[in-house]
């Protein structure tokens, strides 16, 4: 996939006449505030900071004091998250750059309740709490890489934030982890009619979770968020659910999507490629079905887990009458056979798994029963949620 398309330093000097290479003539106290507060602010912009980068500016973080607010910014070239915050100090107009981590630590050695002061005092940065000071090295603020956004994004909707937060919590699991087949390495977006989809697949199982929104999303919208991206969006979105929850507003472009959120805007590359039918991977046809509940089955498999291979995790369910035996063996010769009493009266089904991929969906559900939907012992099987249609999880069977 390639990168976002980042201004040049001489671009951004266009597009931010605010930025100056000029030596700064006089004191600008960028912030203060308690500690607290500034950390959590750091906090929420620092998450795709990387402490080396093949481009030192990037290990920082963009701070743009506009009157009484102060912007921040940071990027890694494929995600640019920007927020804004009103902690105190100086108004006036004027930017710098300094070290993203190394801030963050030294806040982090300070009480919450500490007043922190940031000053711009002629070519250095001073950071200053209680006792302590600090100078700090800064890079000049027009040579940060700002993102190019698209020039133009499809329908605007939005969702609450612990929806979407709940929808990648269900599929993310699923994706790969750094496969050749690129389109693979994050989570398929589909947003068409009243219905957002969220669906990940490493070619060996595959999740898929919807939600209903609020408004009709037309032409369909369909795109792959990176795996960073999934993985920071889940750590920064809102878990608070009620009439007056959160919400995130979603737009998607051929080549980003921009997220906005609780005062930050979030713009994110997408992956390049062609995602894998997935309709056609989800079984229509698994007539013999169980429900059991999701906690005692679990237990099972975890307790059976420990008798499996380290390179080698199956596990082998025999599905018959009133019964579900789930066993395992090793090289050694141990085995381990555990049952669970369910309502079955269908032919008997010995199919193998990897129980990894069963204790990965299972450990990622939460509610109290779970129906698992099978053919025969060389077809997929289909886990979903008892009267639900908005889970499906399928998982490719393993030859023991």
């Known amino acids: 996939a390639s990168p976002i398309q980042v201004c040049s330093p001489r671009r951004a000097r ?3 006449p605010f930025l100056s290479d000029d030596p700064i003539e006089a004191d600008m106290i960028l912030f203060t505030t308690t500690q607290d507060k500034v ?9 795709i900071v990387e402490r080396r980068h093949t481009m030192p500016i990037l290990a920082n973080v963009l701070l743009h004091k506009v009157g ?3 912007q921040l910014t940071t990027s890694d070239l494929e995600i640019q998250i920007r ?51 600090f100078t700090l090295q800064s890079l000049p603020a027009p040579d940060f890489p700002l993102v190019q956004e698209a020039p133009s994004f499809g329908p605007t909707f939005s969702v609450p934030q612990k929806t979407l937060k709940d929808l990648m919590h269900q599929v993310s699991f699923a994706m790969a982890v750094q496969d050749i087949r690129y389109y693979l390495n994050g989570i398929l977006f589909v947003a068409e009619g009243n219905t957002l989809s969220l669906v990940a697949t490493d070619g060996h199982r595959l999740a898929w979770a919807s939600a209903e929104l609020d408004v009709q999303v037309e032409p369909k919208q369909e795109v792959i968020l990176p795996r960073k991206t999934v993985l920071e969006l889940q750590r ?12 995130i507003t979603l737009q998607f472009a051929n080549n980003q999507a921009k997220f906005s959120f609780g005062g930050m805007e979030f713009v994110t590359k997408l992956v390049e490629g062609k995602f894998p039918d997935y309709q056609r991977v989800i079984p229509a046809n698994h007539h013999q079905q169980i429900v059991l509940g999701r906690a005692a089955l679990l237990a099972s498999l975890q307790r059976t887990a420990i008798m499996t291979s380290d390179k080698f995790k199956g596990v082998s369910l025999t599905v018959q009458p009133g019964v579900l035996r789930v066993a395992s063996n090793n090289a050694e010769q141990e085995e381990a056979v555990d049952e669970l009493d369910i309502a079955y009266d269908g032919p ?3 199919i193998g798994f990897n129980v990894s991929y069963l ?19 060389n077809s997929s099987a289909l886990i979903t949620v008892p009267e639900s249609a908005r889970f499906k999880y399928v998982v490719m069977p393993m030859r023991l």
């Open 348 to 350: 008997q089904i010995d």
């Open 14 to 16: 266009q597009n931010h």
């Open 359 to 377: 204790i990965d969906v299972l450990a990622n559900m939460g509610q109290e029963m779970v129906q698992i939907n099978l053919l025969d012992s």
């Open 83 to 133: 927020t804004t915050a009103e902690l105190g100090g100086d108004e006036g107009d004027f930017a710098t750059t300094i070290g993203a981590r190394k801030l963050m630590d030294i806040l982090k050695t300070m009480p919450a309740d500490q007043t922190v002061t940031l000053e711009a005092n002629a070519d250095k940065i001073l950071l200053k709490g209680g006792k302590s000071r």
């Open 236 to 247: 920064l979105l809102s878990d608070a659910s009620g009439d007056n929850a959160p919400r």
């Open 68 to 70: 009484n607010a102060v």
């Open 39 to 47: 950390l959590a602010v750091l906090q929420s912009v620092c998450g």
